[in-house]
Structure formats: structure tokens, C-alpha cells
């Protein structure tokens, strides 16, 4: 029996999770519980590509090492204020306050609590979420294609990189629409 093997590296998976946002924001209309997987492969490609082009040349610049001396990633809000920063990008990071909004609602209000998920049930409004998930496309599109210094992208991903994201921003605009 041979051997295969799944790569990943930083930018493939923060790509894998965004194909996922697009894959589930197509069933949404159907399946509104699919918010949920929206929401946190949303968020995961945001904190792969904040990883992304926070870390620069330097993997172990967003690695912590822990007081028992095992490493660990920077949290999405060191990363983001990296980011802002410009440290690993081309220029610094510029989000509205819209788009800070969203990305703090998604992360605190929602994509916490579906990764920790406590006993019990939760209805949530989902009225929403397309214009949350459309700011956090656009933070996505930045940080993945404008801002990104020491992208590995050969052309290919970057084409298919723009089509999801354009993609994702299409379907959160038919949907706001929509919940309107």
C-alpha cells in the first residue's frame, strides 16, 4: 500500500477554510444552520491570513513559546494589531469601523461560542450575518491579495483565491439582500 499525504501550509488552509465559507454560504438560503460552518470557516480564513502576513519571512515571529515550553500561535487580536502595524506586509492593514464591528461580532459573539459550545440550546438572529460576513470577505481579500508581502501563491491559486472571494462577496450581497 503506498503512502499519501495532505499538505497544508499557512495560506493553503486559510484558502481551504474560505473555499468552505463559499461552499456553505451556498446552502445557507436552505440550511440556515449552515450559518454556524459560514461563520467559523469565515473567521478561521481571516486568522490564517492575519497569520499570513504577520509572521512575514519569519514562521516564528506569531509563535509564543508557554511557560512549559510548548509553542503556540499568537491570538488573532496580536496578529490583527500586526497587521495595522504592517510588520510582514506591504503596507499596514486598514479596517473601518464597520469591518471591525463585524470581525469583533463574528469572533465574540459567535464563532467562540460555536468552537466552545456549552450545554443547552441558542437561537440566533441571522438577519445579520450577510453584511458581517461581507466585511469580513473584504478584510480577507486585503490582507490575502493586497497587503501580502511573502505570498507563495502561484498564479493559479491567486485566480481561484479571487474567484471565492468574489464568489463569497456576490452571494453575502444577494442574501443581505434578501434578509432585507
Known amino acids: ?9 499557512t495560506e493553503s488552509n486559510a484558502i481551504d477554510s474560505l473555499e468552505k465559507t463559499a461552499q456553505f454560504l451556498r446552502t445557507v438560503k436552505d440550511n440556515p444552520e449552515d450559518w454556524k460552518w459560514v461563520v467559523v470557516s469565515s473567521f478561521s480564513s481571516l486568522y490564517g491570513f492575519a497569520i499570513q502576513v504577520a509572521k512575514g519571512s519569519d ?21 490583527l494589531k500586526k497587521c495595522k502595524k504592517s510588520l510582514g506586509a506591504r503596507a499596514a492593514l486598514e479596517t473601518s469601523s464597520d469591518e471591525d464591528e463585524s470581525i469583533d461580532k463574528i469572533q465574540n459573539e459567535f464563532r467562540n461560542k460555536f468552537e466552545h459550545f456549552n450545554p443547552g440550546s441558542w437561537s440566533i438572529e441571522i438577519s445579520g450575518f450577510p453584511a458581517h460576513i461581507f466585511n469580513i470577505i473584504n478584510v480577507i481579500e486585503r490582507l490575502a491579495l493586497d497587503i501580502n508581502f511573502y505570498s507563495h501563491l502561484n498564479m493559479s491559486q491567486k485566480v481561484n483565491l479571487k474567484y471565492v472571494i468574489a464568489e463569497c462577496k456576490f452571494i453575502t450581497s444577494q442574501l443581505g439582500e434578501m434578509y432585507a
Open 1 to 9: 500500500m503506498s503512502e499519501r499525504w495532505a499538505r497544508f501550509d
Open 59 to 79: 514562521d516564528r515571529s506569531v509563535i509564543q513559546v508557554t511557560k512549559s515550553g510548548h509553542d503556540r500561535l499568537i491570538t488573532f487580536g496580536d496578529a
